[in-house]
């Protein structure tokens, strides 16, 4: 189905918010093969509209103006679920962040994703926003990704020519931008459950309640015998992607989990950065907190093994 919206004037008004939408055609596919079909054809023209809370935005500003949005809107069934596969979680694209955040094994088995999603916007937002579209914007501040990072997931993109999985960690190419094709759409999400004797955590340091990041950390250890056996560490908002600290992870793994080696962990993160000055704050600010911020979620991460 398919709907020209508002043909107003081409406005060239300097990413100031009109809150006007530019105009373009909308097109609601009815089923998976539709929606591919429809991506292959207009490419680049093209943007898929998940909950929209990102992309409206964008186009508001004129940051994007694309000739047709695709609305997953009647595909959202196909695309959305949250299941178990072996020792994966698997997380349709389109699912929403209020149903990740109310889901149990979530909670039990990814708690760095409860963490990030329980602080993303307000209850509106999540009830609107989705997983994919938090991954699609590729947002250096995109809270999501340091929690599927630390839990090694993978992304599946889909094309009318097949699909493949995406390592999260080569997903992002810079601000904005992925390694998806413009034919292509992210499909599902798959992470890794959290294993005997580990616990994951998710912190952000936002100047408001509801605002993007200044700058965030999730963390995965796993404990044997007294001893960091294994650690995944990711940082958001401190690296035109969002980044693996892997000095942090090198520092930790060996060492008895206590307060003085995750500061010391917190330190080296620093080598894995490339904070730059922005509007919500500045790289000095970055590069000083992250060594208590990674210390905080190291411990919140080893007070849940077991739990
Ligand atoms: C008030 C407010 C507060 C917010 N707070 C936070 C916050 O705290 N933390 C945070 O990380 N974000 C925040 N956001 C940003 C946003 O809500 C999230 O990034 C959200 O997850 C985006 O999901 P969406 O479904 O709305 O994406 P959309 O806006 O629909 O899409 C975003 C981008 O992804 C692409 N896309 C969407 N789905 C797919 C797909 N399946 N395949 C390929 N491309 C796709 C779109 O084309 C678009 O480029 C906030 C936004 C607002 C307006």
Not at 7 to 18: E, V
Not at 69 to 74: D, E
Not at 191 to 200: D, I, M, Q, R, V
Not at 244 to 254: K, M, Q
Request: proline letters at 6%.
């Amino acid at each position: 189905m398919t709907f020209k919206v508002s043909p107003g004037p081409k406005l060239d008004i300097n990413k100031a918010n009109t809150h006007i939408l530019p105009p373009f055609t909308l097109i609601e596919p009815g089923s998976l093969k539709e929606l591919l079909e429809v991506k292959a054809k207009y490419g680049e023209k093209a943007a898929i509209l998940a909950g929209g809370t990102d992309l409206l935005v964008k186009m508001k500003l004129r940051i994007l103006e694309p000739e047709y949005v695709i609305s997953l809107k009647k595909v959202r069934s196909e695309l959305s679920g949250i299941r178990r596969e072996g020792d994966e979680i698997v997380i349709g694209a389109a699912t929403l962040l209020r149903d990740i955040e109310l889901n149990d094994s979530i909670m039990r088995l990814a708690p760095a994703l409860f963490d990030a999603v329980i602080v993303m916007g307000g209850v509106q937002i999540r009830n609107m926003g989705t997983i994919g579209g938090n991954l699609g914007n590729a947002s250096p501040a995109a809270d999501t990704a340091p929690p599927l990072l630390v839990h090694s997931a993978s992304v599946k993109l889909l094309s009318t020519s097949g699909e493949r999985i995406v390592p999260l960690e080569e997903f992002f190419t810079g601000p904005g931008r992925t390694v998806m094709r413009p034919d292509e759409i992210i499909y599902e999400v798959r992470l890794k459950a959290l294993g005997k004797g580990c616990g994951s955590a998710f912190m952000k340091i936002a100047r408001t309640a509801f605002d993007l990041a200044k700058i965030s950390a999730a963390a995965m250890i796993c404990v044997e015998d007294g001893v960091i056996k294994e650690a995944k560490v990711a940082v958001g908002s401190a690296a035109p992607t969002p980044v693996r600290a892997r000095s942090a992870e090198d520092a930790l793994v060996g060492k008895a989990p206590t307060p003085e080696t995750f500061l010391e962990a917190g330190k080296a993160a620093r080598n894995d950065i490339s904070p730059i000055d922005d509007v919500r704050s500045t790289a000095w600010y970055r590069r000083r907190v992250i060594a208590p911020l990674l210390h905080d979620v190291l411990q919140k991460a080893l007070g849940r093994i077991g739990v």
